[in-house]
């Protein structure tokens, strides 16, 4: 079983959702030939002796395959407020809505973005992998995935991009069918 580290448990109107934030070393030998294990394995090997993957040396469209890439998104985190980070090539595996080239903030469930946001900045903030577990229903539809979010720097070691693969366990139904 995965070391849960953190866990938030939220319901906001019909919408619902459990967080749990995992511990990365519990994770690798479960996702080490899916694209969670391979994304985290080119941004280790991408990784400076002290420090992130430049931006300018973190090419993993290239270096993974086309298959890999489908699980993969990244969000542009260079805006003040966090509410506007701006989500690219979206991950469309399920019935959500997809969530590309928009600002967290216009996402629809409040409860999702927010949650979103927090995670981010925390890592940014940490400069350290994410690992999360997140089971939730949004706008009557059901999920549950896990998702490595990965912090890359600019040239300065600033962090403006967060790099992120998911994985669906279960979900893309409808809880109103």
């Known amino acids: 079983m995965y070391g849960v580290l953190k866990r ?3 319901t906001e109107g019909q919408d619902q959702q459990e967080r749990l934030m995992l511990s990365i070393d519990k994770m690798l030998p ?11 394995e080119y941004w280790r090997f991408k990784s400076l002796p002290n420090g992130l993957p430049c931006v300018t040396d973190f090419d993993y469209k290239s270096a993974l395959s086309p298959e890999t890439l489908r699980n993969i998104s990244w969000a542009d985190v260079t805006a003040e407020d966090p509410f506007n980070f701006i989500t690219r090539e979206h991950v469309k595996l ?5 969530a590309s080239n928009r600002r967290l903030r216009d996402l629809p469930s409040r409860m999702h973005y927010r949650a979103c ?3 981010y900045l925390l890592s940014i903030k940490m400069r350290q992998p994410i690992f999360h577990d ?6 009557s539809i059901s999920r549950n995935y896990l998702r490595l979010m990965l912090p890359i720097a600019d040239e300065s070691g600033r962090v403006i991009k967060l790099v992120y693969a998911v994985r669906i366990v279960s979900g893309a139904t409808s809880s109103s069918s």
């Open 94 to 98: 399920t019935a959500f809505q997809d």
């Open 117 to 119: 946001a927090s995670e």
């Open 134 to 139: 997140i089971d939730q229903s949004v706008g």
């Open 30 to 40: 479960r996702e080490q030939n899916n694209a969670i294990g391979q994304l985290f």
């Open 8 to 10: 938030l448990v939220e």
